[in-house]
C-alpha cells in the first residue's frame, strides 16, 4: 500500500484509521530501533493521528525510579536498568492497546522480544548513520555515547543491533524527510500487515 500524500489529508483517513485501531485486536504498536531514530517524536504523532495513547517507556522509567535514566547508570549500572526497562515494558504491554516507544536495548532482550512478539506489532524505524548522527547530537543525555568518538560507538550499536531490530515484525526507513511522512509510512505497513494478526493467546496461568 502506498500513500501519495499525507494520509491525514486524504478524505478516507479516518476509515483507515479506524480500520487500523479494529485490526490491532488488542495489540500495542511497539517502535524499536536506536537512539535518534524518531520514535518518541514518530510515535507521539502517529498516536494522535490514531487517537490512540501515546506511552514513552524511557519516561515511564524515570517515573518509577524517580531519576534520569543517565542517573540510573551512573548509579546503578546499565544491568540494573535493563531489569527495571524489562519490568516496566511487561507492564506496558499488558495494559495493551496504545503505541508504546521504547528505548534502543529493549528490543535486544529476548525476554522483552518475546513479550513484544506476543502482545504488541513492532516497528522498527530504521536509519542511516549520518541520519541518527546529526539527530543524537542535539541532546547530551545519551549514556552509551559517552565516549571520545561517539560515532564510532554508533557504528558499533548498529553492527550489534541491527541484526536485531531486523525481527521486528515491520521495517520502517526513518530519513530526513518530515516526521508526518514517516507516521505515513508506519500507517502504511501496518494496514498492509493487519490481515495476519491473530488475537492475542489469553494467558490461562492461574
Given at each position: 500500500?502506498?500513500?501519495?500524500?499525507?494520509?491525514?489529508?486524504?478524505?478516507?483517513?479516518?476509515?483507515?484509521?479506524?480500520?487500523?485501531?479494529r485490526?490491532?485486536?488488542?495489540?500495542?504498536?511497539?517502535?524499536?530501533?536506536?537512539?535518534?531514530?524518531?520514535?518518541?517524536?514518530?510515535?507521539?504523532?502517529?498516536?494522535?493521528?490514531?487517537?490512540?495513547?501515546?506511552?514513552?517507556?524511557?519516561?515511564?522509567?524515570?517515573?518509577?525510579?524517580?531519576?534520569?535514566?543517565?542517573?540510573?547508570?551512573?548509579?546503578?549500572?546499565?544491568?540494573?536498568?535493563?531489569?527495571?526497562?524489562?519490568?516496566?515494558?511487561?507492564?506496558?504491554?499488558?495494559?495493551?492497546?496504545?503505541?508504546?516507544?521504547?528505548?534502543?536495548?529493549?528490543?535486544?532482550?529476548?525476554?522483552?522480544?518475546?513479550?513484544?512478539?506476543?502482545?504488541?506489532?513492532s516497528?522498527?524505524?530504521?536509519?542511516?548513520?549520518?541520519?541518527?548522527?546529526?539527530?543524537?547530537?542535539?541532546?547530551?543525555n545519551?549514556?552509551l555515547?559517552?565516549?571520545?568518538?561517539?560515532?564510532?560507538?554508533m557504528?558499533r550499536?548498529?553492527?550489534?543491533?541491527?541484526?536485531?531490530?531486523?525481527?521486528?515484525?515491520?521495517?520502517?526507513?526513518?530519513?530526513?524527510?518530515?516526521?508526518?511522512?514517516?507516521?505515513?509510512?508506519?500507517?502504511?505497513?501496518?494496514?498492509?500487515?493487519?490481515?495476519?494478526?491473530?488475537?492475542?493467546?489469553?494467558?490461562?496461568?492461574?
Amino acid at each position: 500500500m502506498t500513500l501519495q500524500q499525507t494520509s491525514a489529508e486524504r478524505p478516507d483517513a479516518s476509515a483507515d484509521y479506524e480500520r487500523l485501531r479494529r485490526g490491532l485486536r488488542g495489540r500495542s504498536l511497539v517502535l524499536v530501533g536506536l537512539m535518534g531514530c524518531g520514535k518518541s517524536t514518530v510515535g507521539r504523532r502517529l498516536a494522535a493521528r490514531l487517537d490512540l495513547p501515546f506511552v514513552d517507556a524511557d519516561a515511564e522509567i524515570e517515573r518509577a525510579a524517580g531519576k534520569t535514566i543517565p542517573e540510573i547508570f551512573a548509579a546503578h549500572g546499565e544491568p540494573y536498568f535493563r531489569d527495571g526497562e524489562r519490568r516496566v515494558i511487561a507492564r506496558l504491554l499488558a495494559e495493551g492497546g496504545h503505541v508504546l516507544a521504547t528505548g534502543g536495548g529493549a528490543f535486544m532482550d529476548t525476554t522483552t522480544r518475546a513479550l513484544v512478539r506476543a502482545r504488541g506489532i513492532s516497528v522498527w524505524l530504521k536509519a542511516d548513520l549520518d541520519v541518527l548522527m546529526k539527530r543524537v547530537r542535539k541532546r547530551g543525555n545519551r549514556p552509551l555515547l559517552q565516549t571520545p568518538d561517539p560515532e564510532g560507538a554508533m557504528r558499533r550499536l548498529m553492527d550489534e543491533r541491527y541484526p536485531v531490530y531486523a525481527e521486528a515484525d515491520l521495517t520502517v526507513h526513518s530519513h530526513e524527510s518530515p516526521h508526518e511522512v514517516v507516521v505515513d509510512d508506519v500507517i502504511a505497513a501496518v494496514l498492509d500487515y493487519l490481515p495476519g494478526i491473530r488475537p492475542i493467546e489469553k494467558d490461562t496461568r492461574a
